[in-house]
């Protein structure tokens, strides 16, 4: 029995690879990145490495076995129908997000997006003007080395990428809206969105980054990320996840911060039968400041998983987390917030907070902030909290004249308001904000 597992597992992950070599390297100019040989070191570490179970410390909570019995298929190219019209955008107003680059199940689509800046570049890694390339390259070059087996596969399967570089002290006003769908056709599908963005010294960006699903068959999403903040700059992020109930989503977030950066992310997840996020955050000079706001909706049977760490190498570095689940039906979610302040941290001022609403009995969460602290001049603290919508406040609440549903829904966007009231997209959070009313 254990043998027929084992075997399974190596057949699922050995099947995918196999697809992702068949795809064409960034139209032919993947050379230039150096893609082929990173694509052959990926596809080597995932033929030896273990397909992740509970039996995993870091997937413990996270079962992944259902993925194993579905066949999913990677598409060879972009050949969709798709319709920007179609799309439910997360804004009020599509004019909302005038610069948007839009992937189809991980391929650019052109006659989907709009970006015609000429002092920045938005595209696809095959348009890279070559005085970009080197700078890209750079950032690719840091896959030589894969200690995880999912941005392994992304990198095994890498033939474009989405790419903005914001050049030095410039500031884009705008934000760049990165749209990710997946389309799947008759069966299922597995589509490995890539992004680059870098922001060069002195720069200003705000970036959303969304993630979606279109029709109705099952569908696994595996998303990489790659965010170069440079020394002075200022990167404010959005990260929607709103796909199917059906869909499976792994994505990974890797922020590299150079010295008295700023960086900002707003993580949302809403959708997927499982999802998990893995964000890191990692200081490369001294006075960083991090900002990680997490807000988790998850109900019926859906799993949401959101692993983070922020790792500090140099003095005067601050950070603040605030990550907030809302878990209704008999859903689960997982958070594992790691902060590590390493001896040359000195001065570093880092807080954790992990708060939690359950709006059923069979609800579940678990909550680990953790903290790992080898400097000896530092102030942090971390703290979570479980609990219930109180009877005193709905109480409260029917007794001025509202009833049962409407007083759920209240005092539920209440709890989620102070994420989303920090949204810089004011249509993106109205829009989560009805969510949460309506699956409250």
């Known amino acids: 029995m254990i043998n027929t597992q084992v075997a399974t597992k190596e057949m699922f992950l050995a099947n995918l690879v196999n697809q992702c070599s068949k795809l064409d390297v960034a139209n032919g100019k993947g050379s230039a990145y150096g893609l082929q040989d990173l694509r052959d070191a990926a596809t080597e570490y995932v033929l030896a490495a273990s397909f992740p179970s509970v039996r995993d410390e870091e997937w413990r909570f996270t079962d992944l076995s259902s993925m194993l019995q579905v066949p999913f298929h990677v598409p060879q190219s972009y050949q969709s129908t798709v319709k920007l019209a179609d799309i439910v955008m997360p804004v009020k107003n599509r004019d909302d997000l005038p610069l948007r680059l839009v992937f189809v199940n991980g391929f650019y689509a052109p ?152 960086y900002t992310c707003h993580a949302i997840s809403l959708g997927g039968k499982i999802s998990r996020h893995n964000l890191e955050v990692f200081q490369r000079g001294e006075g960083t400041e991090t900002n990680l706001n997490g807000l988790t909706i998850a109900f019926g049977e859906q799993l949401s998983d959101t692993h983070s760490l922020i790792d500090f190498n140099y003095p005067h570095g601050t950070s603040k987390q605030l990550h907030k689940c809302i878990v209704g039906n008999k859903a689960r979610a997982v958070f594992n917030g790691k902060v590590f302040v390493r001896k040359a941290a000195q001065l570093t001022d880092a807080g954790q907070l992990s708060r939690n609403l359950l709006l059923s009995p069979r609800a579940r969460v678990d909550t680990k902030p953790q903290l790992e602290i080898v400097a000896d001049n530092v102030k942090c603290s971390h703290g979570a909290t479980v609990s219930q919508l109180e009877d005193d406040e709905l109480f409260y609440l029917q007794s001025r004249g509202l009833d049962l549903d409407r007083s759920r829904y209240l005092l539920i966007d209440a709890f989620a308001a102070e994420i989303l009231n920090q949204l810089p997209i004011i249509g993106v959070a109205k829009m989560l904000s009805t969510c949460v009313g309506v699956q409250g």
Do not use: W
Request: glycine content about 4%; some cysteine; proline content about 6%.
């Open 111 to 262: 006659d989907l997006s709009t970006v015609n800046l000429p002092d920045f570049y938005a595209g696809n890694l095959s348009n890279v003007p070559e005085k970009y390339r080197s700078r890209i390259t750079d950032v690719l070059s840091q896959h030589k080395q894969q200690t995880e087996v999912f941005t392994a596969l992304n990198v095994a399967g890498l033939a474009d990428s989405a790419v903005v570089l914001v050049p030095a002290n410039k500031s884009i006003d705008l934000p760049i809206h990165l749209l990710f769908l997946t389309a799947p056709g008759a069966s299922p599908t597995m589509c490995q969105p890539h992004c680059v963005v870098i922001a060069e010294p002195g720069s200003n960006i705000t970036l959303i980054e969304d993630y979606a699903t279109l029709g109705n068959v099952p569908a696994f999403t595996n998303a990489v990320t790659e965010v170069v903040v440079g020394e002075n700059a200022a990167v404010n992020h959005v990260r929607l996840q709103r796909e199917a109930l059906d869909a499976v989503h792994i994505g990974k977030s890797a922020i590299v911060q150079s010295r008295n950066s700023r």
